[in-house]
């Protein structure tokens, strides 16, 4: 089970569904009465685009204008109609808190007879993709239940997503699960997504909405092992959707390594918001056990505004220790006052002196913002601040340029002498 967060980072004011939102100058937000707007400090992990999204810890809205937090707007009817990631008052893309579902700073849900449409936006308010489509159009049975979903480009042509899948299809079976299958333009079944071979799958969730047992199986509907062993993933959370981790077995039921991360089960701790403090692995004799991807644990800081700090990877003892595959312990990052902007990303060894990354060969990352904290350069450096080719790829640095609207409209990609990479 691959429950890794990734780390994005980096608003202006932005109008739709008769919302004025918030810029970078604190604008205070107005919303139709009929409209419901709650607080959260992160969302639910998702293994599927099926369920509904759910607000993990609410927060009121005083504590919210301090930190990192999720809006979640709701119509007359209690449907989604918005949700957003914001700092205070202002929107940013989406941090170590999003999932493989919201990627962007904004996504919009409108409702018509039959289907859900799902949008997206940056901060400024333009029309971006979500794994590289623009809509996502859901089926809705006469229940409201999804029962499919396809994407969409600009134009509105059905295509394959970054994952390679054209449309997904939800069977509800009559013990409340729901078989799940994915499809590419050919009609060829896709994996749950690159890296986790499980295809066809049953979905059991909790009363509270969390997912509780995800289970791979053939078209008869039995349990059938993939290729690492592994047949079943059962994922614990508590009511209010914080997330302690996972456990992995096999179609007999057995705990058994394997997927992604090859252990048997996964022990994190959350702190009060929900954030990932700890985490460690184990085998299936309950041994404490490194991953494959060559830590045996890890540990996560935050600052005040709920930003990392730093973190640190553990040994088998639980103390800091080197990732064997990357050669580094510690990342520390360092942001503006504001918690807005990360200008800094330092990789540092056991005793927190700097190190290079044993696969890609730089020891910091600097990041670089226009005017209106747009991103618009990523410039890698060595153990004594130079810049320094990446040994994996070759780049020194990137450079964005946006349009007028803000709207990002090139990326290029140079190496320490200034020629450009393909």
């Known amino acids: 089970m691959e429950a890794m967060k990734k780390t994005l ?9 008769g919302l004025v939102l918030p810029g970078v100058y604190g604008h205070s937000e107005q919303f139709p009465a009929e409209e419901r707007v709650e607080y959260y400090a992160t969302i639910s992990l998702r293994e599927s685009p099926y369920p509904d999204f759910k607000g993990v810890v609410r927060l009121g809205e005083k504590e919210a204008m301090r930190r990192n937090h999720y809006r979640l707007y709701y119509d007359e009817q209690f449907r989604l109609v918005r949700i957003g990631f914001y700092l205070g008052n202002r929107l940013r893309e989406p941090n170590h808190t999003a999932n493989y579902f919201f990627t962007t700073p904004v996504q919009q849900l409108t409702y018509r007879d039959g289907q859900e449409i799902r949008t997206f936006s940056d901060r400024f308010g333009n029309a971006v993709s979500q794994r590289g489509a623009f809509r996502e159009v859901y089926q809705l049975d006469e229940q409201g239940r999804r029962t499919g979903l396809h994407f969409e480009d600009e134009s509105g042509n059905r295509i394959e997503n970054d994952w390679g899948i ?62 690492s062993g592994v047949a079943q ?13 996972w456990r992995v077995l096999d179609k007999d039921h057995q705990l058994k390594s394997g997927n992604g991360p090859n252990v048997a089960r996964g022990i994190n701790i959350p702190d009060r918001y929900g954030y990932e403090t700890s985490v460690r692995y184990e085998d299936d004799r309950g041994q404490d056990r490194k991953n494959a991807y060559g830590f045996w644990g890890s540990k996560r800081i935050y600052d005040r505004f709920g930003n990392y700090d730093y973190t640190h990877f553990t040994d088998s003892t639980g103390q ?39 696969k890609s060969g730089f020891s910091t990352i600097t990041y670089s913002y226009d005017e209106h904290d747009n991103l618009i350069r990523v410039t890698y450096l060595g153990l004594n601040g130079e810049m320094v080719n990446r040994t994996d790829n070759g780049l020194a640095y990137i450079e964005h340029t946006y349009d007028e609207r803000h709207k990002r409209k090139e990326t290029r990609r140079f190496n320490k002498a200034g020629e450009e990479i393909e």
Not at 233 to 245: E, N, V
Not at 321 to 347: M, P, Q
Request: charged share 25%.
């Open 320 to 358: 800091p220790g080197l990732n064997t595959e990357t050669g580094y312990c510690y990342a520390e990052y360092t942001w503006d006052r504001a918690g807005f902007k990360r200008v800094k990303t330092e990789l540092l060894d056991t005793r927190r002196r700097p190190v290079l990354h044993a």
């Open 9 to 17: 980072t980096c608003v202006l004011s932005i109008c739709f569904f």
């Open 233 to 245: 993933d059962k994922l614990l959370f508590d009511r209010a959707g914080k997330w302690y981790g």
């Open 166 to 227: 054209a449309h997904y299809t939800w069977e509800h079976q009559p013990d409340g699960s729901v078989i799940e299958q994915r499809f590419d333009l050919t009609g060829a079944l896709q994996s749950l997504r690159p890296g986790f071979p499980f295809y066809t799958i049953r979905l059991y969730y909790e009363f509270h909405g969390s997912l509780a047992l995800m289970q791979n199986i053939d078209k008869q509907g039995n349990l059938v092992n993939n290729e």
